[in-house]
């Protein structure tokens, strides 16, 4: 279920609001992540950390929702972080998406929630 190369793709939401879908960029590099949304100052859609377990938010230029994934894509935990700030790493975790704060409730991404990556 998970081994990416880094690139885009698309993310589907498989909440309550049925299945929606949103641009993904994923970084699976380690170049990739640990680049991430770094001197940026919006993200189109959503970015996919993986493998990941936990993330930063040190010289970001603004808030990002975070969700925890496990090996099952399946939401464990959503937060929502200000820049400089460190996120608890989850045990669980295998995976974390990153995307503009306040978005990912609208997608439907919540706990408990799974979601699919499509590679274009």
Do not use: Q
């Amino acid at each position: 279920m998970g081994r990416w190369l880094d690139g885009r793709g698309e993310l589907v939401v498989h909440g309550e609001r049925g299945g929606v879908t949103v641009p993904l960029e994923i970084a699976s590099s380690y170049r990739a992540r640990t680049r991430g949304l770094l001197g940026r100052d919006s993200v189109d859609g959503a970015l996919l950390l993986s493998p990941a377990g936990s993330v930063h938010t040190f010289r970001m230029r603004f808030p990002i929702d975070v969700a925890y994934l496990d090996r099952h894509l399946r939401v464990i935990a959503v937060r929502t972080m200000r820049p400089g700030r460190l996120g608890l790493p989850r045990l669980r975790s295998r995976h974390v998406l990153e995307a503009g704060a306040g978005v990912m409730g609208g997608w439907g991404v919540g706990v408990g929630v799974r979601v699919t990556v499509v590679v274009r």
